[in-house]
């Protein structure tokens, strides 16, 4: 099956710096890779997400991008803010199977 | 639209008794619905597949006897955690796919069980 490492598992960040998120996947067969940003308690909710035809997306300060030779992909927040601090989940799947989940990386802000 | 809803939001209850969790897609259809179990600081971890109109699909070392899934509408899915304990005690959220060529899901608000 699939598995997703992702990295690093914390990250601090001044406000304003940028903040990047890698996460690595085994299976060439997938094709879809969301991610997800959880406040604590609360439900992972989809910030942005990728599919295999394209190499990179962008959605104001956030982007995503894509090698999938090397099979691997990254989340990058531009000016970040004391808002953005939270859990940031990593996903991948391969058409409608299961979402295979990173292991979150813990987003610190600090104003 | 895709909003996912989950209730009860948090229960307490006594070890040996059930729980149920209903987990229901608002404003669309849903013919495949995912339950996961995420314990502090971990990550979310699924336990089973729920598909409208037949059995439930369980990821391994998920005991099916235990958690029992229920989705009998394209809006509807249940999780029943029989003769809870505490260590069952955990945060568990449902997702609903939304069908298309790829696997989007959107999540409920997820339900803390705590079992004393």
């Known amino acids: 099956g699939e598995n997703v490492e992702q990295h690093p598992s914390t990250l601090s960040v001044q406000e304003g710096d940028s903040a990047v998120i890698k996460c690595t996947y085994s299976?060439?067969?997938?094709?879809?890779f969301p991610w997800y940003k959880q406040e604590l308690g609360k439900r992972p909710q989809l910030i942005i997400d990728i599919r295999s035809n394209v190499g990179e997306k962008k959605d104001q300060r956030i982007a995503v991008t894509l090698n999938k030779t090397a099979k691997h992909f990254s989340l990058h927040i531009t000016e970040t803010q004391p808002e953005d601090s939270a859990v940031y989940f990593c996903a991948a799947s391969f058409g409608a199977n299961n979402l295979f989940f990173g292991t979150g990386t813990r987003l610190t802000v600090i104003p | 639209g895709a909003v996912v809803s989950q209730h009860p939001s948090w229960v307490i209850c006594k070890s040996g008794t059930s729980v149920k969790i209903e987990c229901r897609s608002l404003?669309?259809?849903?013919?495949?619905m995912f339950w996961y179990r995420q314990f502090p600081k971990q990550s979310l971890m699924l336990m089973a597949t729920?598909?409208?109109?037949?059995?439930?699909?369980?990821e391994q070392g998920v005991e099916k006897d235990k958690f029992l899934i229920n989705h009998a509408s394209l809006t509807l899915s249940t999780l029943t955690v029989t003769s809870a304990h505490p260590e069952d005690s955990s945060f568990y959220i449902c997702?609903?796919?939304?069908?298309?060529?790829?696997?989007?899901?959107?999540f409920g608000p997820g339900t803390r069980l705590t079992v004393l």
């Open positions: 404003d669309f259809q849903a013919t495949t």
């Open positions: 729920s598909n409208e109109g037949s059995k439930a699909t369980y």
């Open positions: 997702s609903a796919r939304v069908w298309s060529s790829y696997n989007e899901q959107f």
């Open positions: 299976d060439s067969a997938s094709n879809y």
